[in-house]
């Protein structure tokens, strides 16, 4: 115990000293954003909210552009949202905010995601949650796809608008794309492809987006991919369709 009490007892020290210079540190930086613009001093908490979110996430430097970047970003979340007071956006930003910290991303690209997502699914606009489900289930599938984060969004979105699937479907939607490449050939990025071309007749011909998935990863087998796939695979269903044989089951 004594041998630890020193020790201890200056780390203790250490700690209060960092906090105390943290404080005027985070003074300091408030005061200096005042200064910049007027449309930045608005931003206050906010901006250190950011500060801490980019620092967890992708390791943006916290500097005046980062800032800038990040309210253009917002500013276009509450264009697309129709939101106009801060008060009525605050649900949408704590999703931003969430979503950054859970998946380890900045908030610039968080946004981002926002806007793109809402952009294909209006639907979402209504719920700040399920936004932010869906822009979640979009980085993920994006760090797994290797794909960016506009192409993912553009997947994910367009596969739950073929298949009717709300925001709570978002997270059994990337995981049947991921599954599917353990079980195939065809990667995500690949299977997405193929459900722009077949995605909607197999939604319309009763078959689920697992199934739809299995299918294309059957056909990758035979090392036919992506578009191609999607293609081949509607046409077969098609013809199935006309001959009454059809997917019941």
């Known amino acids: 115990i004594d041998k630890f009490s020193a020790p201890i007892q200056k780390m203790t020290n250490n700690m209060q000293t960092f906090a105390q210079k943290a404080e005027v540190g985070i003074s300091r930086l408030d005061r200096g954003l005042r200064k910049i613009t007027p449309s ?20 943006i430097a916290f500097s005046v552009s980062a800032l800038k970047e990040y309210e253009d970003a917002i ?22 905010d969430l979503v950054a910290k859970n998946t380890k991303k900045s908030a610039i690209d968080v946004a981002k995601s926002f806007e793109l997502i809402a952009s294909a699914k209006p639907e979402l606009l209504k719920s700040a949650e399920g936004l932010g489900k869906v822009s979640e289930a979009t980085i993920i599938l994006s760090k797994a796809s290797g794909e960016d984060l506009a192409n993912s969004a553009e997947s994910l979105t367009g596969i739950m608008n073929q298949f009717t699937l709300g925001a709570d479907k978002a997270n059994s939607s990337i995981n049947i794309l991921a599954a599917g ?34 299918a294309i990863q059957l056909l990758s087998l035979k090392q036919i991919k992506g578009a191609e796939a999607g293609t081949k695979l509607r046409g077969g269903i098609a013809k199935l369709q006309e001959a009454e044989f059809g997917y019941a089951s």
């Open 40 to 59: 930045i001093s608005d931003l206050g908490k906010q901006m250190l909210s950011f500060a801490s979110v980019a620092a967890i996430g992708a390791g």
């Open 75 to 96: 500013a276009s979340v509450k264009a697309i949202t129709g939101i106009t007071t801060t008060q009525a956006f605050i649900p949408f930003q704590n999703q931003i």
């Open 181 to 214: 490449t353990i079980a195939g050939a065809s990667s995500i990025a690949e299977t997405a492809e193929a459900m722009k071309n077949v995605g909607t007749v197999a939604a319309t011909a009763n078959m689920s987006l697992a199934e739809t998935t299995a």
